[in-house]
């Protein structure tokens, strides 16, 4: 199991920017699928975004894209999430995830696909 631990949260107007750190224990690190998901309150968790294990293929969400960028340091065991032009519907706790188990793709999306999740950090932007 990996254990994984978010930083970077907190509370931020409308067109402000945060970001998010998350350290990840292990060896291995450059073997995982990594990964940034949401949950505003009475809604489903959502994928954010997706890196792959060297970095070079990424994935994001619609309602991110051009705003929110997700990178990754192997050397220092931590993914990132750079967001930029923050919006109130931003507003949620956010996870980072990692899927150590044999992949053969190079991005998922789903949480089902992801076995080790972070506690979390909230997000919250104000018009």
């Known amino acids: 199991q990996v254990q994984l631990v978010e930083s970077g949260g907190g509370s931020v107007q409308a067109g402000g920017s945060l970001r998010l750190s998350c350290a990840a224990s292990g060896r291995t690190f450059s073997t995982y699928i990594m990964a940034w998901f949401r949950q505003a309150p009475g809604k489903e968790r959502e994928s954010v975004a997706t890196?792959?294990?060297?970095?070079?293929?990424?994935y994001y969400n619609d309602s991110v894209k051009g705003r929110f960028t997700i990178s990754r340091d192997n050397a220092k065991n931590t993914v990132y999430l750079q967001m930029n032009s923050l919006k109130p519907e931003d507003t949620a706790a956010y996870y980072c995830?990692?899927?150590?188990?044999?992949?053969?793709?190079?991005?998922?999306?789903?949480?089902?696909?992801?076995?080790?999740w972070g506690q979390g950090t909230q997000v919250t932007v104000s018009s």
């Open positions: 890196i792959s294990r060297s970095g070079d293929i990424t």
């Open positions: 995830a990692a899927r150590s188990t044999y992949s053969t793709k190079s991005i998922y999306t789903q949480t089902a696909d992801f076995g080790s």
